[in-house]
Protein backbone atom coordinates (compact mmCIF):
# COMPACT_ATOMS: atom_id res chain seq x y z
CA UNK A 1 0.00 0.00 0.00
CA UNK A 2 1.15 3.36 -0.15
CA UNK A 3 3.38 5.01 2.37
CA UNK A 4 4.77 8.52 3.37
CA UNK A 5 7.87 7.67 1.20
CA UNK A 6 5.52 6.86 -1.71
CA UNK A 7 3.21 10.16 -1.18
CA UNK A 8 6.86 12.31 -1.26
CA UNK A 9 8.06 10.52 -4.32
CA UNK A 10 4.38 11.95 -6.09
CA UNK A 11 4.72 15.44 -4.85
CA UNK A 12 8.26 15.75 -5.56
CA UNK A 13 7.49 14.65 -9.10
CA UNK A 14 4.63 17.35 -9.03
CA UNK A 15 5.14 20.37 -7.56
CA UNK A 16 2.60 22.10 -9.34
CA UNK A 17 -0.20 19.94 -8.56
CA UNK A 18 -3.70 21.43 -8.01
CA UNK A 19 -5.48 18.66 -7.09
CA UNK A 20 -4.94 15.57 -4.82
CA UNK A 21 -6.80 13.00 -3.40
CA UNK A 22 -5.82 10.51 -0.68
CA UNK A 23 -7.99 7.72 -0.27
CA UNK A 24 -7.97 4.62 1.92
CA UNK A 25 -4.06 5.26 2.79
CA UNK A 26 -3.92 3.59 5.71
CA UNK A 27 -0.02 3.96 6.06
CA UNK A 28 0.00 7.85 5.20
CA UNK A 29 -0.03 10.17 7.95
CA UNK A 30 0.91 13.88 8.52
CA UNK A 31 4.26 13.89 7.80
CA UNK A 32 2.62 13.74 3.87
CA UNK A 33 0.65 16.84 4.98
CA UNK A 34 3.94 18.37 5.61
CA UNK A 35 5.63 17.51 2.78
CA UNK A 36 2.87 18.36 0.76
CA UNK A 37 2.44 21.83 2.21
CA UNK A 38 6.63 22.33 1.32
CA UNK A 39 6.66 21.01 -2.04
CA UNK A 40 3.13 21.88 -3.33
CA UNK A 41 2.23 24.77 -2.78
CA UNK A 42 0.02 25.65 -5.42
CA UNK A 43 -2.23 22.81 -3.70
CA UNK A 44 -6.20 24.05 -4.33
CA UNK A 45 -8.17 20.96 -3.76
CA UNK A 46 -7.22 18.18 -0.88
CA UNK A 47 -9.14 14.98 -0.20
CA UNK A 48 -8.51 13.19 2.81
CA UNK A 49 -10.66 9.74 3.20
CA UNK A 50 -9.96 6.64 5.39
CA UNK A 51 -6.53 7.66 6.63
CA UNK A 52 -6.63 6.04 10.31
CA UNK A 53 -2.50 7.19 10.79
CA UNK A 54 -3.67 10.79 10.26
CA UNK A 55 -3.67 12.27 13.67
CA UNK A 56 -3.89 15.68 13.00
CA UNK A 57 -4.46 18.54 10.38
CA UNK A 58 -1.13 20.13 11.26
CA UNK A 59 2.63 19.07 9.79
CA UNK A 60 5.75 17.18 11.18
CA UNK A 61 8.76 19.25 11.32
CA UNK A 62 11.71 17.88 9.51
CA UNK A 63 13.75 18.28 12.59
CA UNK A 64 12.06 16.61 15.70
CA UNK A 65 8.70 16.18 16.38
CA UNK A 66 7.20 19.95 16.58
CA UNK A 67 3.89 20.42 14.76
CA UNK A 68 3.25 23.47 13.06
CA UNK A 69 0.05 24.23 11.28
CA UNK A 70 -0.68 23.29 7.68
CA UNK A 71 0.26 26.20 5.68
CA UNK A 72 -1.31 25.77 2.17
CA UNK A 73 -1.67 29.43 0.86
CA UNK A 74 -3.72 28.28 -2.28
CA UNK A 75 -5.88 25.84 -0.65
CA UNK A 76 -9.77 26.59 -1.46
CA UNK A 77 -11.24 22.98 -0.75
CA UNK A 78 -10.39 20.13 1.94
CA UNK A 79 -12.25 17.41 2.11
CA UNK A 80 -11.73 15.53 5.32
CA UNK A 81 -13.83 12.09 5.66
CA UNK A 82 -13.63 8.87 7.70
CA UNK A 83 -9.99 9.45 9.49
CA UNK A 84 -10.84 7.85 12.76
CA UNK A 85 -7.46 9.02 14.34
CA UNK A 86 -8.12 12.67 13.95
CA UNK A 87 -8.40 14.76 16.49
Not at 40 to 61: D, F, G, M, N, V
Request: charge should be positive; hydrophobic fraction near 35%; proline fraction near 7%.
Amino acid sequence: GLTDTHVEALLRQSPHLHRLTLLACPRVSEQSLGRLARLCPSLQQLHLEALPSLRRLETIKERGNASQPLALPSLTHLHVVHCSSLQ
